[in-house]
Nanobody
Framework: EVQLVESGGGLVQAGGSLRLSCAIS????????IGWFRQAPGKAREGISC????????YYGDSAKDRFTISSDKANNTVYLQMNSLKPEDTAVYYC??????????????????WGQGTQVTVSS
């Protein structure tokens, strides 16, 4: 059974940083795409960034531009999202998800097969 567990969320002041972790277990494949998403209250889930086995890193939308960085530690089956210069509008539940048997990333949540439970990020002004 594939499981994803996010951690690293919390309360931070505007301008601060957080590093989210996504620990993945039960997943054996050379082809994959692992993405980070977020969902604020009353809003749709949006893609932030993704890393795939074949094409590396992708970033979506203005939210991640110049502030967020995705990285992966294959030995520990963990994907990270480093978030810097956080703003109050970054407040949301952050999720990681995986597309199995895939080589390309996607910003569309419906294409992902497994999801973590999410971690809350709250940025105060």
């Amino acid at each position: 059974e594939v499981q994803l567990v996010e951690s690293g969320g919390g309360l931070v002041q505007a301008g601060g940083s957080l590093r989210l972790s996504c620990a993945i277990s039960g997943f054996i494949s050379d082809d994959y795409a692992i993405g980070w998403f977020r969902q604020a209250p009353g809003k749709a889930r949006e893609g932030i960034s993704c890393v795939s086995s074949a094409f590396g890193k992708s970033y979506y939308g203005d939210s991640a531009k110049d502030r967020f960085t995705i990285s992966s530690d294959k030995a520990n089956n963990t994907v990270y999202l480093q978030m810097n210069s956080l703003k109050p509008e970054d407040t949301a539940v952050y999720y990681c998800a995986v597309i199995v048997l895939a080589t390309r990333c996607s910003s569309f949540p419906a294409e992902y097969n497994y999801w973590g439970q999410g971690t809350q990020v709250t940025v105060s002004s």
